[in-house]
């Protein structure tokens, strides 16, 4: 079976959200467990309220993995950005040719807030250099 193109190959998780939704996903149920193992007996949650739980940490299973994979894509395109960096003239004259491929990155990684922290620090490393 071939993978979709929002659906990492391996893992069969689509990639559809941002870091940032992915974690505030993964947040959400974590607490909504939390809430509910503080005010449920053990004995309920194995017993009355089994199938819901079980299915509430497949929920959280399933979040981590979005939030990973949605990581690593944010990794992967800074990564790229960097190698692309070999190719850029290290002077003031290759800036604009910087920020292109930056940007050109950022829209790749569907604008992840993750993403471009990255990108703007590395920037910031790099303009630093520059400086001295």
């Given at each position: 079976m071939?993978?979709?193109?929002?659906?990492?190959?391996?893992?069969?998780?689509?990639?559809?959200?941002?870091?940032?939704e992915?974690?505030?996903?993964?947040?959400?149920?974590?607490?909504?467990?939390i809430?509910?193992?503080?005010?449920?007996?053990?004995?309920?949650?194995?017993g009355?309220y089994?199938?819901?739980?079980?299915?509430l940490q497949?929920e959280?299973?399933q979040?981590?993995?979005e939030?990973?994979?949605a990581?690593?894509?944010s990794i992967?395109k800074?990564?790229e950005?960097?190698?692309?960096?070999?190719?850029?003239d290290?002077t003031?004259?290759g800036?604009?040719?910087?920020?292109e491929t930056?940007?050109?990155?950022?829209r790749?990684g569907?604008?992840?807030?993750?993403?471009?922290?990255?990108?703007?620090?590395?920037?910031?490393l790099?303009?630093e250099?520059?400086v001295?």
């Amino acid at each position: 079976m071939e993978a979709e193109k929002n659906q990492l190959p391996e893992s069969g998780v689509r990639i559809f959200m941002n870091t940032v939704e992915a974690f505030e996903r993964v947040r959400k149920l974590q607490a909504r467990r939390i809430r509910n193992e503080r005010n449920l007996s053990p004995e309920d949650l194995s017993g009355k309220y089994r199938v819901p739980y079980e299915k509430l940490q497949e929920e959280i299973r399933q979040a981590q993995m979005e939030y990973r994979a949605a990581c690593t894509r944010s990794i992967r395109k800074a990564t790229e950005y960097l190698s692309l960096l070999i190719l850029c003239d290290p002077t003031d004259e290759g800036i604009d040719d910087r920020s292109e491929t930056a940007r050109r990155k950022f829209r790749e990684g569907d604008g992840d807030p993750l993403l471009l922290k990255i990108l703007t620090e590395i920037d910031n490393l790099l303009d630093e250099k520059l400086v001295r």
